[in-house]
């Protein structure tokens, strides 16, 4: 009897080694990314976003993704492919709309896939801040994504993270101005009024003043040399026999 229970236990244990069968060692999620996930730039800068994928164990052989921005705020400059497929990837689609906002990217692995990928960067993207951009938050955002693994077949269950940008304010520098002021002072002509209001010029009066004076000053002095030299004089004295 114990012989018959030991045939039987080696007979499905031979069995159950011959059931092909796979392991998965997907524990997580697929991530996908757009890092930084938050910045603060300002009008006329320039910036590089790239896109972090997280293959959580599974082999990636290709992929597509599709962003949006906002056209009014940034300009895409150019799109650089990353590591994530290898260091020479085959890149079947790479597509800027600056007029719609939009970065269209597919790419594929040269070679085979073996699992699991490490996390890598899929793309680069590099913009710039335009000049009239106004003050805000703008999203930068994944609106299409597909990955495939090893066996080319769709990697399902994605999660996505976009970015968010602050624009700030640009900062005013205020220089003080100095102005120099001249200033044009007037010539003022001194007038003076006599006989009924009559207007008579200045320089018109000293010359009559000095006209009349002038003699009548020369007479005063005259006279008084005159009466000093009589007085000088000595008094005559007659004699009388």
């Known amino acids: 009897m114990k012989c018959n229970i030991l045939l039987v236990i080696l007979l499905v244990a031979s069995l159950v080694m011959r059931i092909p069968y796979t392991v998965s060692f997907n524990s997580d999620e697929v991530k996908v990314s757009i890092k930084p996930s938050y910045l603060e730039k300002?009008?006329?800068?320039?910036?590089?976003?790239y896109v972090e994928v997280d293959p959580a164990g599974y082999g990636i052989s290709s992929g597509e993704i599709l962003i949006k921005f906002n056209p009014t705020i940034f300009t895409v400059l150019e799109v650089v492919p990353g590591d994530l497929l290898g260091p020479s990837p085959l890149i079947a689609k790479q597509?800027?709309?600056?007029?719609?906002?939009?970065?269209?990217?597919?790419?594929?692995?040269?070679?085979?896939?073996?699992?699991?990928t490490p996390i890598g960067t899929?793309?680069?993207?590099?913009?710039?801040?335009?000049?009239?951009?106004?003050?805000?938050?703008y999203p930068i955002e994944i609106l299409r994504i597909g990955l495939?693994?090893?066996?080319?077949?769709?990697?399902?269950?994605?999660?996505?993270?976009?970015s968010t940008l602050r624009i700030l304010r640009i900062a005013t520098v205020t220089t003080p101005t100095y102005t120099t002021a001249y200033y044009t002072y007037p010539v003022y002509t001194t007038v003076i009024?006599?006989?009924?209001?009559?207007?008579?010029?200045?320089?018109?009066?000293?010359?009559?003043?000095?006209?009349?004076?002038?003699?009548?000053?020369?007479?005063?002095?005259?006279?008084?040399?005159?009466?000093?030299?009589?007085?000088?004089?000595?008094?005559?004295v007659l004699k009388i026999e």
Request: proline share 6%; hydrophobic share 45%.
């Open 95 to 116: 597509g800027i709309n600056n007029t719609e906002g939009t970065v269209w990217y597919v790419a594929a692995r040269m070679g085979a896939t073996h699992p699991p």
């Open 193 to 236: 009024t006599v006989t009924r209001g009559a207007p008579i010029n200045l320089l018109l009066l000293l010359t009559i003043l000095t006209i009349v004076i002038i003699p009548i000053l020369i007479a005063i002095v005259v006279m008084v040399m005159f009466r000093r030299r009589i007085r000088k004089r000595k008094p005559i």
């Open 42 to 49: 300002r009008p006329q800068e320039e910036l590089e976003l």
């Open 148 to 162: 495939a693994d090893e066996k080319i077949n769709d990697v399902y269950g994605i999660i996505r993270e976009n």
């Open 122 to 137: 899929f793309l680069r993207i590099h913009l710039k801040i335009k000049e009239d951009a106004e003050e805000g938050t």
